[in-house]
């Protein structure tokens, strides 16, 4: 139980130290990729729920998933909720938030290891690259179950496990050499940017991910590999 703080209180200070970094870091880890494969994430939730109400996007951090659903929602007066435990991130998307003018996304300091939503709240919950972060991962794809509504969405990108060998081995390097490089050149901070590589070493496989998914409960689950499996999507309606 103490670990489980201890890697909480972690990944919470992790986070507050490389917010004003965050987006930087991402474009160029990724070249930019990453909003390709955010907003293909929303674009395949939005095809199970094309007309969504009520919207929470968990671990939101600078809130890339919730401005891309308020883009392509067909729903002109969809609500997006937008939680996180690190404020110097969700100071950023706030500032994004008011720079556009947008008053359907709100933003909430909250841990996602114990949301506090009544059940059947939402029509859809997204989370991008947040899951992998938290101590009790089940529990968390439980709650999120109980928040949907009856047909609700859960959308989900994360890091995935490529399959071919040669594409794995030359992933692997990337991500566990050069990345913590990149890491310290630009955002000082070196640590940050190993620990990214090494929760992957305890992060589901696809179609593990795929499972826990349908054994919490819901009636559906299909996952999207992007770049070789380096990223993966998953898709769940309950
Ligand atoms: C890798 S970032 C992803 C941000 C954003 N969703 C994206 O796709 O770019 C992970 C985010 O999860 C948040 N996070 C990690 N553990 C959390 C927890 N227990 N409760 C709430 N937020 C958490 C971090 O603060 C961070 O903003």
Request: glycine share 4%; hydrophobic share 40%; aromatic share 12%.
């Amino acid at each position: 139980m103490i670990q489980e703080q201890e890697k909480s209180i972690y990944v919470q200070k992790m986070f507050s130290n490389i917010a004003s970094k965050y987006d930087l870091l991402n474009n160029l880890m990724t070249l930019s990729c990453h909003y390709k494969w955010k907003e293909e994430t929303i674009k395949l939730a939005l095809k199970e729920n094309e007309y969504p109400n009520d919207v929470l996007d968990i671990c939101t951090g600078t809130g890339d998933l919730a401005f891309i659903l308020n883009k392509y929602c067909l729903n002109p007066d969809v609500k997006i909720h937008c939680v996180d435990n690190c404020n110097e991130m969700l100071n950023i998307a706030k500032e994004k938030v008011q720079d556009l003018k947008i008053s359907n996304i709100t933003f909430e300091s909250m841990d996602t290891e114990n949301l506090t939503f009544k059940p059947n709240s939402f029509d859809m919950v997204t989370v991008g690259f947040g899951i992998r972060n938290l101590v009790n991962r089940e529990k968390c794809i439980k709650n999120i179950f109980s928040l949907l509504r009856d047909k609700g969405v859960f959308a989900c990108i994360d890091l995935g496990h490529p399959m071919n060998p040669i594409w794995k081995s030359i992933f692997n390097f990337y991500f566990y050499h050069l990345v913590p490089k990149l890491g310290e050149l630009f955002a000082r901070d070196k640590e940050a940017y190993t620990y990214l590589p090494n929760s992957l070493r305890s992060w589901y496989g696809q179609e593990e991910f795929k499972n826990l998914i349908l054994s919490s409960g819901f009636s559906k689950c299909y996952f999207k590999n992007i770049f070789g499996g380096v990223i993966a999507i998953h898709i769940a309606v309950k």
